[in-house]
T-cell receptor, first 113, second 114 residues
């Protein structure tokens, strides 16, 4: 079945450091891929998405490229800020699986000044 | 634009008491609706999803039930809460149909069982 695996956290970085959060997936069809961000005490917000191979999603300085050959969708940011501290979730939606989403377990990021 | 509302934001309930959490969506018709639970420091567990009025699919056996009495209203209920029902409950919606559309989340309800 479909699944998403993302790197274990927590991740702690200094401000302006480079961020990578790894995400790989397994899907039976042609999934769309998403990154969500959850700030403390809040719901999840859609950060970016990609709907087909080689698409690059980007938002707020974050980027992720849909790599079909490596079944990956790694999240990157060139220079993190304290305000980026949150939990990040990778997710996929596959038409074959209908209306369901498959979420990774989340990666907690803390950025220190 | 579309918005999703969840309430209450926080709730403290004794073991054995009933539960009703409500979620409503505005600005869209016939959305797919979802209830998730997030235990402390953990990922998301899909509890229920609905593709239409009175059409509910349950993902895991549990002490909870869901209902969709109106197109844009989704209710999570329990007759008798257990300690293990504590957690952060999230409602979400996506556009109708089977397309690979993003889900959009409410602000969540933090439920504590004493």
């Amino acid at each position: 079945g479909d699944s998403v695996t993302q790197m274990e956290g927590p991740v702690t970085l200094s401000e302006e450091a480079f961020l990578t959060i790894n995400c790989t997936y397994t899907a039976t069809g042609y999934p769309s891929l998403f990154w969500y961000v959850q700030y403390p005490g809040e719901g999840l917000q859609l950060l970016l998405k990609a709907t087909k191979a080689d698409d690059k999603g980007s938002n707020k300085g974050f980027e992720a490229t849909y790599r079909k050959e490596t079944t990956s969708f790694h999240l990157e940011k060139g220079s993190v800020q304290v305000s980026d501290s949150a939990v990040y979730f990778c997710a996929l939606s596959d038409q074959i699986s209908g209306n369901q989403f498959y979420f990774g377990t989340g990666t907690s990021l803390t950025v220190i000044p | 634009s579309q918005t999703i509302h969840q309430w209450p934001a926080t709730l403290v309930q004794p073991v054995g008491s009933p539960l009703s959490l409500e979620c409503t969506v505005e600005g869209t018709s016939n959305p797919n609706l979802y209830w998730y639970r997030q235990a402390a420091g953990r990922g998301l567990q899909l509890l229920f999803y609905s593709i239409g009025i009175d059409q509910i699919s349950s993902e895991v056996p549990q002490n909870l039930s869901a209902s969709r009495p109106q197109d844009r209203q989704f209710i999570l209920s329990s007759k008798k809460l257990l300690l293990s029902d504590s957690g952060f409950y999230l409602c979400a919606w996506s556009g109708p149909g089977r397309g690979n559309q993003p889900q959009h989340f409410g602000d969540g309800t933090r439920l504590s069982i004493l």
